[in-house]
């Protein structure tokens, strides 16, 4: 009776050999390297502006990095740790937006705005487009379908994190997002877009914020990290906003008053 106990755990092993597990996270090695080779990092720091004419020329490894992706089974993708299928699910959006904007460049390179792509009744977003688990699917469904509406994660931060290529966007990061770095990349990436004062800024008693705080503001309301309101969110950050102890602390109450900045909405390319 050996023979078939022998057969039942080389089975087994086969089994757990072949998981989604065993094969460990995603590799975001190729769409690192886009980004280290043809984003640039502004001066202060606080933005970046993308290559896409010298990105261009290396749309082979960008379709790589996207097939690879594609090859993502559903079950694997259940698998994996949350920050990890967060990583993946910002980096598959920030690709996709990449190769959405080289396909609509025209002969001179040149593209004013991503919204200027699309039809009257379809934007941009609404594009299906994107191969992910065996079947097309939009932007707007990797943003709002997967990462905030699917409820496993309740993680505000991401809208500093995926980027729709426009300059009012908070930046595209120089390097992948990684399951293992994640929650200091997202961190990282509050911190650099509250401090930037093209975007958000405190004057004359007032806070002024980008739309983003607007547009999603239940995401900030949702009690990630004790944050139950858009006051008590941005109020962690006070020092990357120039507030003072006692700003912050009424910021925090919603004793502050708080106005929203309008959105630019050009192309986030560099400029040569």
């Not at 082979?60 to 990095?65: A, F, G, P, S, V």
């Not at 932007?139 to 995926?162: K, T």
């Not at 990290?225 to 109450?253: H, I």
């Amino acid at each position: 009776m050996w023979l078939p106990r022998a057969k039942l755990l080389v089975s087994t092993l086969l089994l757990l050999l072949c998981s989604p597990k065993a094969f460990g996270e995603f590799d975001h090695g190729l769409w690192g390297l886009l980004l280290s080779k043809h984003v640039v990092v502004s001066e202060d720091g606080r933005s970046t502006a993308v290559d896409y004419i010298s990105l261009g020329t290396n749309r082979e490894q960008l379709d790589q990095y996207l097939k690879q992706a594609s090859g993502v089974s559903r079950a694997t993708f259940d698998a994996w740790e949350t920050s990890e299928q967060l990583s993946f699910l910002i980096n598959l959006y920030n690709a996709a937006t990449v190769d959405l904007i080289l396909d609509n460049m025209n002969s001179t390179d040149t593209l004013a705005s991503i919204r200027d792509i699309g039809s009257l009744f379809t934007s941009a977003w609404e594009l299906e487009r994107v191969a992910l688990f065996g079947q097309r699917v939009t932007l707007d469904f990797i943003e709002h379908d997967m990462i905030r509406g699917s409820g496993r994660y309740n993680e505000p931060r991401i809208h500093f994190a995926v980027n729709c290529a426009a300059i009012g966007c908070p930046a595209l990061r120089a390097e992948a997002y990684t399951g293992a770095k994640l929650n200091a990349q997202l961190e990282d990436a509050v911190r650099i877009f509250l401090s930037d004062r093209s975007r958000n800024y405190f004057d004359d008693g007032r806070l002024y914020l980008s739309s983003i705080f607007k547009w999603y503001r239940e995401d900030f309301e949702r009690g990630w990290g004790g944050s139950n309101s858009l006051g008590e969110f941005v109020a962690r950050y006070s020092s990357e906003l120039g507030l003072s102890a006692e700003q912050a602390e009424t910021l925090a109450k919603g004793n502050m008053r708080i106005r929203f900045l309008s959105y630019n909405w050009a192309l986030n390319q560099l400029n040569k």
